[in-house]
């Protein structure tokens, strides 16, 4: 209908019903937006309510289309139409009564309507996204921390195992300095012990021996936050009360360390950096309780460390004193013995010596010679004989040598020619003895104990000689050394024992023929003399025993 054309100026689509219900027109929009329009009891059905509040069993109660129609007033809503390809579209439906008209007006809304779902749509991802970094914060936070956890546990299980891994506390206290260190980026850190009220450095990290056992002070602030358990944290310019100032403010943390509710010293942290400290206060408290254990327990260590040395040394100094007075029992006894049988000795020979001397004034007178020349090769013999007991008289005397306690100087050569002359009863038919003295200067020295040494040396020579053999003796002299080599073909030492042959009470000799103390005793008589033993030998070719005296 013409008249109706204006319509399709607007910008809605247009429908026109008359009483009967009939379509009498549609707008050009009304083509472009519904050209599948049929008839209207199909476009109703497809049309629907955005939002329906009805109740009823009627369908046709549920289709705006339907209630724009039957409505007695102007009737308004915001509906979906479903086209055949099962699209959406939205529109604001307005209905208005003409005489016996219905006018239906669509106003598309579609974009509104996809824009305000994309908005809701966008505000839920919003919402989600809001949910999400909520959550991601979270989750960073629990990692951060779990992170944070983990290197805390590494940090306070490394330092516990460096901790029960030692007992020496410069190790213990380095070890604990450095990582410190290393987590607080300091450029200094050290642990001073706490005495008299007053800290002393113990041990500092980098090492600087400058700062070690220096005493210092803190301030009362700072001693009583530390004394009643506390870790102190500042920004300062000193490093102690009386230090001099720094350069630039300095991150300072005074950790204290306890044993038993009483301090016993702290660790000091000195960094450049700013910043706060929260769980790392947890591994300081956690590092300063094991420490305070740690040192408690290596400095108990240590005591009884030193209390055994000096247990051992004072057992070393019985035994010594032991075999010294072994050894002057023994040179007593021997003295008062030789002295006995010298002065026993000395008047029978006296009286053999005066026979031999009137026998021989008298063998001259008698008129028979050949009684008279037997009786002279006789009393030639006897003369000679008693020469060698005074000889073996006075040699003993010189041996035992009781008179002789102080240093005296002393041709080692002729002491040894003495000692020989002494054991002749060992070597008698038996022993070469091979003599290679050097040049040497008189020196100072106990010739009564050398003489000691060399007659157990020379005698357990003889000893190891089975049969017949050779011992040779050497002498020698370089400034302020004085050697003595004795070397024999006796059947030697097994290496297993080399090392035990100078321990009192150790003999190879077996049960009663050797005591095992006079190598013993002749090792404590050398260092007497500033000198040493050294044994060389080979079992089946025999030893060496290599004595060197320092002289003045």
Do not use: W
């Not at 007006?105 to 970094?133: C, G, H, M, P, T």
Request: net charge neutral.
């Amino acid at each position: 209908m013409k008249k109706f054309d204006i319509f399709n100026r607007f910008r809605d689509a247009v429908i026109i019903l008359n009483s009967n219900r009939e379509v009498i027109y549609k707008n050009n929009k009304f083509k472009r937006y519904f050209p599948d329009f049929v008839d209207i009891k199909k476009f109703s059905h497809n049309a629907n309510f955005d939002i329906c509040p009805l109740e009823s069993e009627n369908i046709e109660n549920y289709s705006p289309i339907y209630n724009s129609m039957i409505s007695k007033e102007d009737f308004s809503a915001r509906i979906s139409y479903q086209n055949e390809n099962g699209k959406l579209q939205y529109f604001d439906l307005y209905a208005t009564k003409r005489l016996r008209y219905t006018l239906m007006f669509f106003a598309d809304i579609s974009a509104e309507a996809e824009l305000n779902s994309v908005e809701k749509q966008n505000e839920k991802l919003k919402e989600k996204i809001r949910y999400l970094e909520i959550q991601n914060n979270d989750l960073m936070k629990i990692k951060q921390k779990a992170q944070s956890q983990a290197i805390r546990i590494a940090l306070i299980n490394k330092v516990s195992n460096i901790i029960r891994g030692s007992m020496d506390l410069s190790v213990i206290l380095k070890s604990a300095l450095k990582e410190l260190s290393i987590m607080f980026g300091t450029f200094k850190a050290y642990y001073a012990s706490f005495e008299d009220d007053k800290f002393l450095i113990q041990e500092v990290y980098p090492s600087k021996n400058s700062d070690l056992k220096k005493e210092f002070q803190f301030d009362d602030e700072i001693l009583e936050t530390i004394l009643s358990g506390g870790i102190s944290v500042q920004h300062t310019l000193k490093e102690f009360k009386d230090a001099p100032s720094f350069k630039q403010p300095v991150m300072r943390i005074v950790v204290p360390v306890f044993h038993m509710q009483n301090l016993i010293g702290t660790i000091v942290l000195l960094s450049y950096q700013r910043r706060e400290l929260n769980e790392e206060l947890e591994i300081l408290e956690a590092i300063s309780a094991q420490l305070g254990n740690a040192i408690i327990r290596a400095e108990l260590y240590n005591k009884n460390i030193q209390t055994v040395h000096k247990l051992q040394n004072t057992l070393k100094e019985l035994k010594e004193t032991q075999l010294h007075l072994i050894n002057s029992e023994k040179m007593a006894s021997l003295g008062q013995l030789v002295a006995g049988v010298a002065h026993e000795i000395n008047t029978p020979v006296a009286s053999i010596k005066s026979n031999n001397a009137i026998l021989a004034k008298f063998i001259p007178k008698i008129n028979d010679e050949e009684i008279s020349s037997i009786l002279a090769d006789i009393n030639d013999v006897d003369r000679e004989a008693i020469q060698r007991i005074s000889h073996i008289v006075t040699s003993l005397k010189k041996f035992v040598r009781l008179d002789e306690a102080e240093l005296q100087e002393a041709d080692i050569n002729k002491e040894l020619d003495l000692t020989l002359d002494l054991i002749r009863h060992e070597t008698k038919n038996r022993i070469e003895i091979e003599k290679n003295y050097g040049d040497i200067p008189l020196i100072k020295c106990y010739p009564n104990m050398l003489n000691q040494v060399f007659t157990n040396v020379l005698v357990n020579a003889c000893q190891a000689i089975e049969g017949e053999g050779k011992i040779k003796i050497t002498t020698s002299y370089t400034p302020k050394t004085l050697t003595v080599s004795i070397k024999d073909t006796g059947k030697g030492i097994k290496k297993s024992e080399i090392n035990k042959i100078f321990t009192a009470g150790y003999t190879t000799k077996g049960v009663g023929v050797g005591t095992g103390l006079g190598l013993a005793i002749s090792a404590k008589i050398i260092e007497k003399h500033k000198g040493k033993i050294i044994v060389n030998s080979e079992v089946g070719k025999g030893s060496e025993f290599v004595i060197t005296i320092q002289s003045e």
